[in-house]
């Protein structure tokens, strides 16, 4: 079974402060996804990365995949209040999984304070 | 340029009750899949489908649980003779072509079930 650890379960900090969850796990995974979720509303992808040791940037956020593709961060510069929401990471494929299966994390609930 | 839609929103029920939850994907999309959210968590994978078939229904939790897609659109996740523990949100969402990581997945807003 594909597990997906991710940390902090919560944070919250201060408008302008940088941050950086990650999501960890033993298993490889061929993709690893990142989603953002507002309350009462479905995940939201915000970016994709396929390759060991990709860096993605989305405006002030950047990803990382691990080189072994078992883990990824997101990192946060100069955070905003409307940042705030559920950061949800899932793979897919890799050790015994499907592509098109996604396995969660349990999410890290990020809260900006103006 | 409609998004996924589920419906109802929000359905409660009774204890032995059978309840079916309506997923309309986004046009054109040929892969839907049915995830189950418990509050805090992330979602966790219950079947999938691309165009009419089922392709896997291996995250279904028991038999009580099926799922149809019988014309490749509308989707219908069927539950029979409710109990407590299937209280949960459900999402659907839908991908143009199979495969998560190629073709990304778009969430509906749920449908939020209610056992008592």
């Known amino acids: 079974t594909q597990l997906l650890e991710q940390s902090p379960q919560f944070l919250s900090i201060q408008e302008g402060e940088n941050l950086t969850v990650y999501c960890n796990s033993s298993s490889v995974f061929s993709s690893l996804q990142w989603y953002r979720q507002e309350p009462g509303e479905g995940p939201v992808l915000l970016v994709t990365v396929v390759t060991g040791g990709e860096v993605k940037k989305l405006k002030r956020l950047t990803f990382q995949f691990g080189d072994a593709r078992k883990d990824s961060s997101l990192h946060i510069t100069a955070a905003q209040p409307g940042d705030t929401g559920l950061y949800l990471c899932a793979g897919a494929g890799g050790s015994g999984g499907s592509n098109y299966k996604l396995t969660f994390g349990k999410g890290t609930l990020l809260t900006v304070n103006p | ?116």
């Open chain 2, 1 to 116: 340029g409609a998004g996924v839609s589920q419906s109802p929103r929000y359905k409660v029920t009774k204890r032995g009750q059978d309840v079916a939850l309506r997923c309309d994907p986004i046009s054109g999309h040929v892969s839907l899949y049915w995830y189950r959210q418990a509050l805090g968590q992330g979602p966790e994978f219950l079947t999938y489908f691309n165009y009419e078939a089922q392709q896997d229904k291996s995250g279904l939790p028991n038999d009580r649980f099926s799922a149809e897609r019988p014309e490749g659109s509308i989707s219908t996740l069927t539950i029979q003779r409710t109990e407590q523990r299937d209280s949960a949100m459900y999402r659907c969402a839908s991908s143009l072509s199979p495969g998560s990581y190629n073709s990304p997945l778009h969430f509906g807003n749920g449908t939020r079930l209610t056992v008592t």
